[in-house]
């Protein structure tokens, strides 16, 4: 696929930029917010008329992670949406080429992207075999939902596998290295908004990996990776990917049973 060719008239400076896009970022978290609360209570509720207390057994599935995944996916769709709209909203004088280059949302050659596949599923390798057998979580670790699900089995990892595949990778990327890094390079220069990028998203993960500090020293990683593909390619394509492959080694290897 050959890359656009850009109108021949002159594009001016582009509207995105750092105090926009950072707010762009909190309307995507506060989104997630709502959108999992709605959803997790409607879900919570619906499971609390249809299941009896008396009927669970050892075996019955763990509460956090039949609530938060659903409730998580709910809100990482909202957040997307409000956050592609106002994106989207801030070009709205602008041509549909402007908006895409802006956010990198650009085609890239079938090289980068097969590094990028090969480079995310080294780092989950990394991260599963190396650093969790160097450094294993403690017996009495606490989870946040996501990891919760992951471990519990049944339709929560299906569910788990099917966010972590096909709905984060896009969605992330396109709010953390598109729009986010965008705006702040922009106003800030590569390096600050480098570095913020990576910073925020290492903190957006927290909730579920804290207080494991393996995780999160390679999600921040990881997001760096992800960052130097976006910037060497000018393209979004080879992050998602990385971010995809990331994700697929670490479903693999639960379904494995070798996780």
């Known amino acids: 696929m050959e890359p656009e060719t850009p109108p021949a008239t002159h594009l001016a400076e582009p ?3 750092a105090r ?3 707010w762009i970022v909190v309307c995507y978290f506060l989104m997630q917010v709502v959108g999992g609360g709605i959803v997790g209570f409607g879900f919570g509720s619906y499971a609390a008329m249809h299941h009896s207390p008396r009927g669970r057994s050892a075996a019955a599935p763990n509460p956090l992670a039949a609530v938060g995944v659903p409730a998580a996916m709910g809100g990482i769709l909202l957040g997307g949406l409000v956050a592609f ?3 989207r909203r801030s070009f709205s004088g602008s041509s549909a080429y402007e908006f895409r280059n802006a956010i990198g949302w ?3 050659s079938r090289l980068w992207l097969l590094a990028a596949i090969l480079s ?3 780092l989950s390798a990394i991260y599963l075999k190396v650093l969790v057998r160097l450094f294993p979580p403690s ?3 606490t989870w946040g939902p996501l990891v919760a699900a992951m471990v519990s089995g049944g339709w929560q990892r299906h569910l788990w596998a099917l966010l972590a595949l096909s709905i984060v990778p896009p969605v992330e990327e ?4 598109g729009v986010l890094f965008g705006g702040l390079r922009r106003s800030w220069g590569l390096p600050a908004a480098a570095c913020l990028t ?3 998203f290492a903190l957006f993960h927290v909730t579920s990996l804290h207080p494991y500090l393996p995780a999160m020293v390679m999600v921040t990683c990881v997001g760096a990776a992800q960052l130097w593909a976006r910037v060497a390619s000018r393209s979004l394509a080879p992050s998602i990917a990385m971010h995809a492959a990331y994700n697929l080694g670490l479903v693999v290897t639960v379904y494995l049973g070798a996780a």
């Open 198 to 200: 990576t910073i925020l």
């Open 106 to 108: 650009s085609p890239t």
């Open 20 to 22: 926009r896009a950072l």
């Open 174 to 177: 396109f709010v953390f290295r």
């Open 120 to 122: 995310g599923l080294t």
């Open 15 to 17: 509207p995105l930029r």
């Open 85 to 87: 709209r106002m994106s």
């Open 139 to 141: 017996p009495g670790q």
